[in-house]
């Protein structure tokens, strides 16, 4: 019953390879980003999304592009893969609208193993 | 620097003994949220708390707020082993704004 799913869960990937997460919620939000955690270090913002067919940029948007065809879907694109984004990276949802809390519901995470 | 970038910050502690987290913000902020992460788990949402409120408890867990100083606590009274994951919290300017988060704190709790 997870809300939030991302796949793949693990992958490992070439340099110059190109790779694609994928995120599907259920929770009927608008709000879905995509967050990088690097070992031993918090979370930092990539992209978001506040509905379909239109993304903006987070805090470390470049090498990274990101899609949302639909309320439930946004992927994540790295089209030339590179050592340094060799992370795990963390999908989300949260239902931002006036008088609600702006929680944010997380999937298991994707984690990437650029050689 | 940028938070996130920095490096977790590691507390170890007794089974039963109370425990403080810190957390300093830069921004203007309405809501403060506080997540805790199992290892290889997303992270989850524990407890908030609001610019309009100084203190906030849920079971042992108590979030406080201070405005004028920036800045934000979460304690645990009598942590049990369960207790033991990454806390985190994160700010926002609003229930619309996106959540900037914080470096985190290793938490572990040993018998």
């Known amino acids: 019953e997870a809300a939030v799913t991302q796949s793949p869960r693990s992958k490992v990937a070439v340099t110059g390879g190109k790779v694609t997460l994928s995120c599907h919620q259920t929770?009927?939000?608008?709000?879905m980003y995509w967050y990088r955690q690097d070992t031993g270090h918090g979370l930092r913002l990539i992209h978001y999304?506040?509905?379909?067919?239109?993304?903006e940029k987070g805090d470390i948007p470049d090498g990274y592009k990101a899609s949302r065809p639909s309320q439930e879907n946004f992927s994540l694109i790295l089209e030339l893969a590179s050592l340094s984004q060799t992370a795990v990276y963390f999908c989300?949802?949260?239902?931002?609208?006036?008088?609600?809390?702006?929680?944010?519901?997380f999937g298991e995470g994707s984690k990437l193993t650029v050689l | 620097s940028q938070w996130g970038e920095e490096n977790l910050q590691a507390l170890s502690i007794q089974e039963g003994e109370d425990v403080t987290m810190n957390c300093s913000y830069k921004t203007y902020t309405t809501v403060v949220h506080w997540y805790r992460q199992d290892s290889g788990r997303g992270p989850a949402l524990i407890i908030l708390?609001?610019?309009?409120?100084r203190e906030k408890r849920s079971g042992r867990l108590r979030a406080t707020l201070d405005t004028s100083s920036q800045s934000s606590s979460l304690s645990i009274t009598a942590a049990q082993c369960e207790d033991t994951a990454v806390y985190f919290c994160?700010?926002?300017?609003?229930?619309?704004?996106?959540?900037?988060f914080g470096q985190g704190t290793s938490l572990s709790v040993v018998p």
């Open positions: 989300a949802s949260s239902d931002a609208s006036w008088g609600n809390t702006g929680q944010l519901y």
């Open positions: 929770n009927n939000h608008d709000y």
């Open positions: 994160a700010t926002g300017a609003s229930s619309f704004s996106k959540l900037v």
């Open positions: 999304s506040y509905v379909a067919d239109s993304t």
């Open positions: 708390i609001r610019s309009n409120e």
